[in-house]
């Protein structure tokens, strides 16, 4: 006899589950939801003895786990909608980010902002991913470029979590950008971000994760690998952005350190695929960013899908390479953009985003994970990637609350 506060029935369920079909799909389901866990998940025909305080009949709607935007930089100033004109202007990302513009600016923007005005703009945005079914958000610092703004971006950021509805994963980003008053000794911010600024963070209980942007315009393979070992000492995983505009060898890099992602990857190699699969380091798709900025490249996903390495798919919410918060749009770029199968995409916003934070507690419908759902009113999970501008969510489910 198992005894519920929760029955949902009269579902169908996409439980992600990495048996099977792709969508792990149980056609007449059931769930059986205890102490913001799901206790038992099935087809409805098995459902074991029980007793349940509350029942949900879903009318036949699809269930899927609640889903992760693995990568985002939702917190932070202003906008750039201007440097959107300027590129359709003739300028690129890189000269941008060269004259001063790009991430800086937005550092400005978001140094002048009080705590609280970062935290109610922020909802705006996350409002759109809640909308698309979102129950779990990562969200990295790297608009502060300096001690007392990473901090406050990271205190916005679990305050979202206390506050807004969504889980939330943090990742401190110090080496995102060079600010302006390091301009002329960049190795005096990287021992600041490294040394200073990281431990502090951590200290206060704010970082989940470390993560660093390893290109051209941003720091060299050698400045990350310092930073990997003392998230090493700290006990802290790493993720990176790496292969966005170039190949630095950046995820080969990430995967010796065992990091739990790599992201973005248009450059990467088949060394650096090899280099992930071996150390199961999930790769990170960011179609938003490859379409904003009009990229050509795209990442190698036949080459990944050979090798096994676990795709993800997430939103990259940003002001400056992808203003985008729908990770249902994302899904759907990923697909048209990248050829992701919508099973493939459906996976990388569940199982593997999961993954690519870390988690083993959330992304699939299994008996043991967190009760985090989303309930679709479409005839087939393949809807979610397909349409555009569409939102067919019913509703919101986390730790087993409406
Ligand atoms: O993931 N690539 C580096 N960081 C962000 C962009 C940040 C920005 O332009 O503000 C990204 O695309
Ligand atoms: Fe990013």
Redesign the pocket.
Known sequence: MIRADRLITDCRLATMSTEGEPYGAIDDGAILIRDVRIAWVGARADLPKHEATETDRLDGRWVTPGLIDCHT?LVFGGDRSGEFEQRLNGATYEDIARAGG??VS?MAATRAASEDELYASALTRLAGLKATGVTTVEIKSGYGLERGTELTMLRVARRIGREAGVRVRTSYLGL?AVPPEHRGDRAAYVDLAIDDILPAAHAEGLVDAVDG?CEGIAFSPAQIARLFAVAAELGLPVKL?AE?LSNLGGAALAAQHGALSAD?LEYLDEAGVMAMAAAGTVAVI?PG?FYTLHERQAPPIDLLRRHGVPMAVAT?M?????PMASLLLAMNMACTLFRLTPAEALAGATVHAAKALGLSDRGQLVAGQVADLAVWTCAHPAELAYRIGFNPLHQRIIGGVL
């Open positions: 930089h790009g991430i937005t995102h942007f952005h966005q973005h960011l960013a990259d940003n002001p400056g390479s992808s």
